[in-house]
């Protein structure tokens, strides 16, 4: 059985990962996306709500499941007997760091694979930093997150239009 790990803070999901999930989910017998516990970062969603977002968004795909994780990424992928990591590539912006943190991945594990997705134009502009600025100052997001989470994502960034 083929088992690839595609993690990331996911904080929100967008349309953009929702459209690596889909194409990498193609190429795998089971697609586990994994929501990274990251303590250095400071998350507008908890990872139990990120899990959740990622569960409603992606039931159309029937072989992935929706797991969190904190710690190191190649320890992980071994517990869930995955060899391949996959991770989605907007543009130069992203190669640097994804370059460094496959390379080092590679030299803690070799015998994982990092296998890279090129964003499709149309997501390629979209972040979740992107979205969180957008919800916050009121500017529509449709079309840029999956409709289904669309709500939740402006009740929880959307409060802060006009406070000065
Ligand atoms: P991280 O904090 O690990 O970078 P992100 O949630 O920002 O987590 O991204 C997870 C993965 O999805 C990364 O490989 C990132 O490059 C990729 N990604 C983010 N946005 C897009 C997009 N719009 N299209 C394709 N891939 C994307």
Redesign the pocket.
Known sequence: MRIAVC?????PV?N??I??FERASNMVDLLIVAV?H?PNKNPRFSVTERVEMLQEATQHIPNIKVDCFSGLLNEYAKKQNSAIII????AIL?FEY?FQRALLIKKIDPSLETVFMM?RSE??F???TSIKELAKFGGSIKDLVPACLEERIIQRLGSQTRSY
């Open positions: 993690p990331g803070s996911f904080d967008t953009g990962h459209d690596i990274f990251n991770r989605g590539l907007r992203d994804e964003a997501y390629s979209i972040s979740s």
